[in-house]
């Protein structure tokens, strides 16, 4: 039996191309809002051999996301899910600030409690966070998207420093520019990073031997913006 991994975000960019690369070697539980998103994303996992969980729920909910998960074991989480509104503090309205910190903060407490219990009672598991390199930098128009990032860095930190006597590993990846959804609209992206470069990067984290961590990864596109 192939161990699980869970997915937030899992309908479209990193969580996505996270949930492809990793389905040859787990089984996936991939949770999303979007549930035509997540029946293409199972079919066509399903079509290579692998076996895929469809979860659709709202990550903006606690409770929804306590129900959803409620019973639902996994070896691995990915903690990827996450938006930004990127605008000048004065025009940042508090519908998209109360969105980001629930999505891109208060989302990672509520997954992550549901199923970390479980991982320290069999003694294994791994937690990887999808943060940004917005988790140690700042920017115009990023007065709640980078505190969002920055939280998700001490989070992730505290967390591992918590865990790793229970046999629980914690690592916290933090891409440059990746060609999403989240890409600014109309700007060239030809020169950043794709989505499965990120979901390569999970899949080496987790391929380290049970006595080794890699903790903290900073991944940038390798060319020159044109």
């Not at 979860?55 to 929804?64: C, E, F, G, H, N």
Request: one cysteine or more; aromatic letters at 4%; charged letters at 20%.
């Amino acid at each position: 039996m192939k161990p699980v991994a869970l997915i937030t975000g899992a309908s479209k960019g990193i969580g996505r191309a996270a949930a492809l690369r990793l389905a040859p070697d787990y089984d996936i539980v991939a949770i999303a809002r979007s549930e035509a998103a997540l029946r293409s994303l199972g079919a066509e996992i399903a079509a290579k051999g692998g076996r895929c969980t469809a979860i659709d729920v709202d990550l903006r909910d606690p409770s929804a996301i306590a129900m959803a998960l409620s019973g639902v074991h996994c070896d691995v989480l990915v903690n990827n899910a996450g938006v930004m509104h990127r605008k000048p503090f004065i025009d940042l309205t508090p519908a998209e600030w109360a969105e980001m910190m629930d999505v891109n903060v208060n989302a990672l407490y509520h997954v992550t409690r549901a199923v970390l219990p479980a991982m320290i009672a069999q003694g294994r598991g791994h937690v990887v966070n999808i943060s940004s390199i917005a988790g140690r930098n700042t920017f115009i128009g990023g007065t709640c998207y980078a505190a969002t990032k920055h939280a998700v860095q001490a989070f992730s930190e505290c967390l591992m420093l918590e865990v790793r006597d229970y046999g629980v590993k914690v690592s916290n990846v933090m891409p440059g520019s990746v060609a999403t959804e989240l890409s600014p609209g109309g700007s060239n992206v030809a020169w950043a990073l794709r989505p499965e470069d990120v979901a390569e990067v999970v899949a080496q984290i987790l391929s380290m031997p049970d006595h080794a961590l890699t903790f903290n990864v900073e991944v940038r596109a390798a060319q020159p913006k044109k």
